[in-house]
């Protein structure tokens, strides 16, 4: 199963949710990232966290949506409705869902500050990648609307 985390820019969020998936997932299940407009880079706070935190980052760049490696089965859009940003709508028959997490891209402040709103959202993607992969995923693989569900409620836990 290729699960996508697709955001905008490709440079933050969905660059982290590919590599803590990718650092977590079973066998047979594959995380990829792009952005409907990506930066092109990414975004070295996020490559100095993920080192941090002992997540490989080879392989990591910024790419669009029109350049995956593989067709995603799942598609995960982590941009933050709340903050005014428009969500890009993956097209394809793909099962959707929605984990919205704040850029730390556009955060402010200090170093400390910033590398916090870093974190936050690395922790954010963590956590509900961690309870997607305590799902029985076999068993959900042939029920798309039960993990359909399931991933939507996710999405809305904060850890």
Request: hydrophobic content about 45%; overall charge negative; aromatic content about 6%.
């Amino acid at each position: 199963m290729n699960v996508l985390f697709l955001c905008t820019g490709n440079s933050c969020r969905s660059i982290l949710g590919e590599a803590a998936f990718n650092q977590l997932a079973p066998a047979g299940w594959r995380a990829m990232s792009a952005g409907s407009h990506p930066t092109g880079q990414v975004h070295p706070r996020s490559l100095a966290l993920l080192a941090r935190e002992g997540v490989a980052t080879e392989g990591l760049y910024s790419k669009s949506w029109d350049k995956l490696p593989a067709t995603p089965d799942i598609v995960i859009t982590v941009c933050a409705g709340a903050a005014g940003e428009t969500c890009p709508a993956y097209l394809g028959p793909v099962l959707r869902t929605h984990w919205g997490v704040d850029d730390p891209a556009h955060a402010t402040g200090t170093d400390a500050e910033i590398d916090a709103a870093f974190r936050r959202a690395y922790c954010v993607l963590r956590a509900r990648i961690e309870a997607f992969l305590a799902l029985p995923l076999a068993e959900l693989e042939h029920d798309r609307a039960r993990l359909k569900a399931e991933l939507d409620r996710i999405g809305t836990l904060v850890p």
